[in-house]
C-alpha cells in the first residue's frame, strides 16, 4: 500500500506504535455518559493494545450509560466499562482519550495528568506537551473511523465485536451516512458491514425501553414552548441525561421548527442539549452562547450540548438559571420572543401542576 513501510504499516499505525512501546498498564477513557462512538473507538484501540502491547486495557468513563440503545450495546458486545472513579490512574502507564480531548467539560481527567494518547474527530484545541500521539482534528463524521483505518489500512483482522462497535459509532455519529460524512467514513462503513454481526446491530438499534421511558416524553411536548422557529422544552429532573439529546432530536422533527433546547437536570447539573435542520447552523456557537458564563458547552455542526453545574442552588435559583439559558438561546438564534406558544395546544402546564416534575 501507498506510503506503508516494510512491514505494510502505514503511517499513523507507525507513529501510534511507537508513542505506546513497551506500555504495560493501559487505559482508554471516553468522555462523560459515553455515546457508541466513544465506546466503539475504545473497544477498537482496546483491541489494538491487545495484539501490539499484549495488555488488557481497561475502559474507563464518567457519568453514567442511560440510553437504552447504549445499555444494549454494553450487554450484547459484552463490553466492560469502570467507573473513573474506581480506578488508579498512577497506576497506568498508557492513558488514551478517545472522541474527547484534554480541556473539554465532559471529559474530567485527574488534575495534571496529560493522556499519551488522544484519537478525536471534533475541532482541535491545543496539544498538550505530554500527548505522545494525538490525531485529532481530522474532518470526519466519526472518531470511530480514524480507530477503523487503523485497522483496514494495516490489513489488522476484525472480529465481529470490534467490527460491530465501530460500525455502530460510525452509523450513530453519522445518522447512517445522512449527516457529516465524509468518504473515508463511508469507506470504514462499507468495510465494516462485511464483519460485523448485523442481527445483534439491529438488537442494539432497537433496544426496547422501561415504562417510564414514555414519560419523558410526554413530559417533553407538554413543556414544548415555540418562539417564532425555536423551541424549548424543560424536562426537570430526568433520571439519564442521555435524553435531553434525544427529546431536542425529537421535537426537531416538527417541521415548523429549525432549533430546538431541551434541558434537563441530572445530578445537581443543568444539561441542554441544542439541535437545529439548517445544514449550516452553529450549534456549538449556540450552545455556548446559552450557557455563557455558567457552565461549559461544545458541538458541532447541527448539535450541540452543554451542562451547567447548579451545585445547592434552591427552586429559585434553578429557575432564574433556566430562564436565563432561554432568553440567552433564543438571542443566539434570533428567535422573536414575542411570538410564543405551546407547541401542541392545551398542554402547557400552568406553574401550580404537580404533575409536571419540575425542578
Ligand atoms: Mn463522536
Known amino acids: 500500500m501507498n506510503g ?22 493501559p487505559l482508554i477513557q471516553t468522555h462523560n455518559n459515553p455515546d457508541p462512538d466513544a465506546l466503539g473507538s475504545a473497544v477498537g484501540m482496546q483491541a489494538l493494545y491487545k495484539r501490539y502491547l499484549n495488555a488488557e486495557a481497561r475502559i474507563v468513563f464518567g457519568g ?26 498512577d497506576s497506568c502507564d498508557l492513558l488514551t482519550l478517545v472522541d474527547a480531548q484534554p480541556g473539554m467539560g465532559h471529559a474530567p481527567l485527574p488534575e495534571g495528568r496529560v493522556p499519551e494518547v488522544v484519537i478525536d474527530h471534533h475541532p482541535p484545541r491545543q496539544k498538550p506537551a505530554g500527548t505522545l500521539y494525538w490525531d485529532v482534528g481530522r474532518p470526519l463524521g466519526a472518531t470511530c473511523t480514524i480507530v477503523a483505518l487503523l485497522f483496514l489500512r494495516n490489513r489488522i483482522p476484525l472480529d465481529t465485536k470490534v467490527a460491530t462497535a465501530l460500525l455502530y459509532g460510525i452509523k450513530s455519529d453519522t445518522h447512517d451516512l445522512g449527516e457529516g460524512a465524509t468518504p473515508d467514513d463511508v469507506e470504514a462503513f462499507r468495510e465494516l458491514l462485511v464483519h460485523a454481526d448485523n442481527s445483534t446491530l439491529s438488537r442494539i438499534e432497537n433496544a426496547r425501553v422501561p415504562p417510564p421511558y414514555f414519560a419523558v416524553f410526554r ?60 445544514p449550516n447552523a452553529h450549534a456549538g456557537g449556540v450552545a455556548r452562547l446559552a450557557v455563557g458564563v455558567m457552565g461549559a458547552a461544545g458541538g458541532h455542526g447541527r448539535m450541540s450540548g452543554g451542562q451547567i453545574p447548579l451545585g445547592k442552588a434552591d427552586k429559585k435559583t434553578r429557575l432564574q438559571v433556566i430562564s436565563a439559558v432561554t432568553d440567552s438561546f433564543l438571542d443566539a438564534v434570533k428567535a422573536k420572543r414575542t411570538l410564543s406558544h405551546a407547541l401542541v395546544a392545551g398542554t402547557l402546564p400552568d406553574e401550580t401542576d404537580t404533575s409536571v416534575e419540575f425542578p
Open 4 to 25: 506503508n513501510d516494510k512491514d505494510g504499516r502505514d503511517p499513523r499505525l507507525v507513529q501510534l506504535l511507537n508513542a505506546v512501546r513497551g506500555r504495560r498498564k
Open 64 to 89: 453514567i450509560v442511560g440510553r437504552a440503545e447504549n445499555r444494549a450495546m454494553l450487554r450484547l458486545l459484552r463490553i466492560e466499562i469502570v467507573p473513573a472513579h474506581k480506578v488508579d490512574y
Open 219 to 278: 413530559r417533553a411536548i407538554a413543556n414544548a414552548l415555540v418562539y417564532d422557529f425555536a423551541c424549548v422544552s424543560h424536562l426537570g429532573k430526568i433520571d439519564n441525561p442521555d435524553m435531553v439529546a434525544e427529546m431536542a432530536d425529537f421535537l426537531l422533527r416538527c417541521e415548523d421548527l429549525r432549533w430546538t433546547m431541551v434541558t434537563g437536570i441530572y445530578n445537581k447539573t443543568l444539561h441542554l442539549s441544542v439541535r437545529s435542520s439548517d
